[in-house]
């Protein structure tokens, strides 16, 4: 699994992003996949988490705002970031897991197998 993270920018708040992340290899429907974000000085925190054929899971500072959808056609997983925040300001990684852990692991960075390299998302205020 070779993870390509992309689609990340500079936007000011309230603006919208959509972040993409595929694979050349293996097909990503059979994975959990999940986003991560990292800013300046601070530790890697989970954002968003997809179980396949199950309920997404989300960190309470961007429910009802980011959305995490698969294309199983071009095998990618997509986050939609809508009303962005300067707070959102971060590093965003996606993540494989190997089939469907129980959902109070999908928070674990040491869940996950494989890792993107990383897309930038700038929010100015």
């Known amino acids: 699994v070779q993870l390509q993270a992309s689609g990340g920018g500079l936007v000011q708040a309230g603006d919208s992003l959509r972040l993409s992340c595929a694979d050349s290899?293996?097909?990503?429907?059979?994975?959990?996949m999940a986003w991560f974000r990292q800013a300046p000085g601070k530790e890697r925190e989970f954002v968003a988490a997809?179980?396949?054929?199950?309920?997404?899971t989300y960190l309470q500072a961007v429910k009802g705002r980011f959305t995490v959808s698969r294309d199983n056609a071009k095998n990618t997983v997509n986050l939609q970031m809508n009303s962005l925040k300067p707070e959102d300001t971060a590093v965003y990684y996606c993540?494989?897991?190997?089939?469907?852990?129980?959902?109070?692991?999908?928070?674990?960075?040491?869940?996950?197998?494989?890792w993107g390299q990383g897309t930038q998302v700038t929010v100015s205020s």
């Open positions: 997809s179980r396949p054929g199950r309920d997404t």
């Open positions: 290899g293996r097909t990503l429907n059979t994975y959990t």
């Open positions: 993540a494989a897991a190997r089939g469907s852990p129980i959902s109070s692991s999908l928070r674990m960075k040491n869940l996950y197998d494989y």
